[in-house]
């Protein structure tokens, strides 16, 4: 099998499918740097669930993440700023925790520490520049002249994937008129156990604690706005958050500021041929319920679950099977965040009191809570 691409997704399904047996090869422009311990933390951020933290754990990276950085949280709130809150703990489900909140490049990073003790070929630095398909495999040539061959070709270079191009499948999708500016942060304080969203007309501030006192905030608002904070100095935009953001907030400094744009996007198809599509290659959600890498992470044991249950000869089938399951569990989590994002960012009365409403009900209907706190969670509902 040829994995192209060694993002998060990527290294983690070469270093899964490895461990059956199968002859794996990994394919990566940039392998990620090597970790710095006196590094500031990187900008993106994941909310890493239990399901998520399995999986790292059983190909070989979770002890590897845990000795870097990371930050542990308990407790999660969502509310409408001026209205209901919802306060969701682990305790509620008997858990000790809720999940990890992570850099990314750290994921990475510890996945590719795994990947080098492994036996998965690497590839890197190294692209795809053709793919040609026959009914038994596929073939690519590298941009360093190599040319490999495999049974099954999986496309997990991100939203861009040149992979799902050359396979020839198509993708819909819209922008949503919205950035996202990331400010990185130091606290004045140890960072607590609890993460949150607030809700506001122009959309969601999420909070997002770190390791080291650090913190990353997700101010959520329209292109132009964005803009104009980019543009303030420190001590400015610090005033701005400050005004912005909800009391909760902890006492902080500035210490980096970036910003990307929100967008949805799905393949028309998981699967063309010998080809099938992993993470972001597949689709893009929405991050305001901080869902995308745990979207990508279930591609990874989904698909790996399918090949392993089969002999190679009948992979293409088993991704038949692999695209029937995740396809519609990916499509329904983005209309679910479609609709929580047309929700909250409407503030017309009906909706204000809907929201409310609803966030008042979640938060006194017990075995409704815990359902949708063991589902965030990525654990088995009861």
């Keep these: ?3 192209v691409g060694g993002g998060m997704v990527g290294a983690s399904l070469a270093l899964k499918v490895a461990m059956s047996g199968v002859r794996v090869a990994l394919i990566e422009k940039r392998p990620p740097a090597e970790f710095e311990p006196s590094s500031p933390c990187g900008l993106r951020v994941s909310a890493l669930n239990r399901s998520s933290e399995s999986l790292l754990d059983t190909v070989g990276a979770w002890p590897e993440l845990m000795a870097m950085r990371s930050h542990c949280y308990r407790r999660l709130s969502v509310w409408q700023q001026g209205g209901s809150r919802t306060d969701f703990d682990a305790s509620e489900v008997g ?4 999940g990890y909140l992570v850099e990314n490049d750290l994921i990475q990073r510890a996945l590719w520490n795994a990947l080098e003790q492994s036996n998965v070929a690497l590839y890197t630095p190294d692209s795809v520049v053709e793919l040609a398909q026959e009914s038994s495999a596929c073939h690519l040539k590298l941009a360093s002249g190599a040319v490999l061959q495999g049974a099954l070709v999986v496309a997990a270079d991100g939203a861009d994937s040149k992979m799902r191009s050359l396979a020839g499948i198509g993708v819909t999708g819209w922008d949503y008129q919205q950035h996202a500016l990331v400010v990185a942060v130091k606290l004045q304080q140890p960072a607590p156990d609890i993460t949150w969203q607030s809700y506001v007309e122009s959309g969601p501030r999420a909070f997002l604690p770190l390791a080291d006192e650090q913190a990353s905030l997700v101010w959520y608002h329209y292109p132009h706005e964005v803009k104009r904070l980019r543009s ?22 500035i210490l980096n500021q970036s910003s990307f744009p929100l967008k949805r996007q799905h393949a028309n198809h998981y699967v063309s041929g ?20 745990n979207l990508g992470f279930q591609d990874v044991i989904a698909l790996s679950e399918q090949l392993a249950a089969v002999q190679p000869e009948e992979w293409p089938q088993a991704t038949q099977t692999y695209e029937r399951k995740r396809r519609g569990a990916n499509l329904l989590m983005m209309s679910t965040m479609d609709g929580l994002y047309a ?30 706190l063991r589902y965030a969670m990525g654990l088995p509902l009861i």
């Design 95 to 98: 858990e000790a925790h809720l």
């Design 232 to 253: 303030m100095a420190p001590l400015k935009l610090a005033e701005a958050v400050r005004e912005a953001f909800p009391d909760d907030l902890p006492e902080f400094e």
């Design 1 to 3: 099998m040829i994995v």
């Design 274 to 293: 010998r080809v099938v599509l992993v993470g972001d290659a597949a689709h893009v959600i929405n991050p305001m319920a901080g869902q995308g890498v």
């Design 343 to 372: 929700t909250f960012g409407s503030d017309k009365m009906p909706l204000r009191i809907l929201r409310s409403v609803g966030l008042w009900a979640a938060n006194r209907a017990t075995p409704l809570k815990a359902s949708a």
